[in-house]
């Protein structure tokens, strides 16, 4: 088991954030990217829909990758000892893209209750400051912080939430990461990208890791995978995949999901990459 040392706890609960995490080895990063290409050979509109919304429903890959122990173990150490998936997803930047994600809090918008929530963010290609790696206000999950929806152009979330608090640029820490590694995240830290001003994509595998207490606000149900311990009953079971991208959980995928809580579709990368 590759659990967290003591001092990587204290140094999640202080900051917020934790990496650079080793996770993945060459083999299993060219596997999830190929996921993107096939993806990317798919109709537009198919092409939004699973790269961001719970792409694991239609790859046995990704799928998989969600059971990984080098990701859960570390993760067990923060969320108690049963985990569950409540999603996951590709964010990714093209070459010299303009898109970028606003300075926000995941556990505005999300309606889960308590925040024993962890966002896996696993570098498929590097992710540094000059192709719009992630960036942390380490510190900030101590405390809920106001947004305001902006709907700005080319603001990769929705309806471009964003905290109503400016961010100096002194206060934000860049979260560098080599292709195979991972960060950690809390739900309710400020976090953020900038544009892809590098001639390189910046592709991550994105998972929301939930503790097994954690359940959906305002009585409504909702779905999640148990990755690990025991199900308490707060979520339905999600339907395993069969294959990469079989017709029939396309379709599943299609009948039973909409859009990210967060996220407005983005371009694929190139099936080249």
């Not at 088991?1 to 080793?22: H, N, T």
């Not at 999830?32 to 096939?38: D, E, I, M």
């Not at 024993?116 to 942390?136: E, F, K, Q, Y």
């Not at 339907?239 to 983005?266: C, F, Y």
């Amino acid at each position: 088991m590759i659990a967290l040392s003591a001092p990587d706890r204290a140094a999640f609960d202080e900051r917020g954030v934790l990496f650079p995490l080793p996770v993945l080895a060459p083999p299993e990063v060219a596997a999830a990217l190929g996921v993107v290409a096939r993806i990317g050979a798919e109709s537009p509109d198919v092409r939004k829909r699973l790269l961001l919304h719970k792409t694991h429903l239609v790859s046995r890959t990704l799928w998989d990758l969600l059971f990984h122990p080098a990701i859960v173990d570390r993760v067990e150490g923060l969320v108690g000892p049963d985990v569950r998936v409540w999603g996951a997803g590709f964010f990714a930047k093209e070459a010299r893209s303009s898109d970028y994600v606003s300075w926000h809090q995941d556990a505005h918008y999300w309606g889960l209750e308590p925040d024993d929530i962890v966002t896996a963010w696993v570098a498929l290609t590097d992710s540094s400051p000059d192709n719009g790696c992630m960036r942390v206000v380490a510190g900030s999950h101590r405390s809920p912080l106001p947004h305001v929806d902006t709907f700005a152009a080319d603001n990769m979330l929705s309806r471009g939430q964003e905290i109503a608090v400016k961010v100096e640029a002194g206060q934000a820490t860049d979260v560098v990461l080599k292709p195979g590694e991972m960060s950690l995240h809390h739900v309710r830290i400020a976090h953020g990208s900038e544009p892809n001003r590098s001639d390189r994509p910046r592709i991550g595998f994105v998972i929301r890791y939930i503790g097994g207490h954690v359940r959906p606000t305002g009585g409504r149900r909702d779905k999640a995978v148990l990755v690990r311990g025991t199900d308490r009953g707060f979520f339905d079971p999600e339907t395993p995949p069969t294959g990469e991208l079989d017709p029939a959980d396309v379709a599943r995928h299609a009948a039973s999901h909409g859009a990210s809580p967060n996220a407005k579709p983005v371009p694929p990368a190139p099936a080249s990459m």
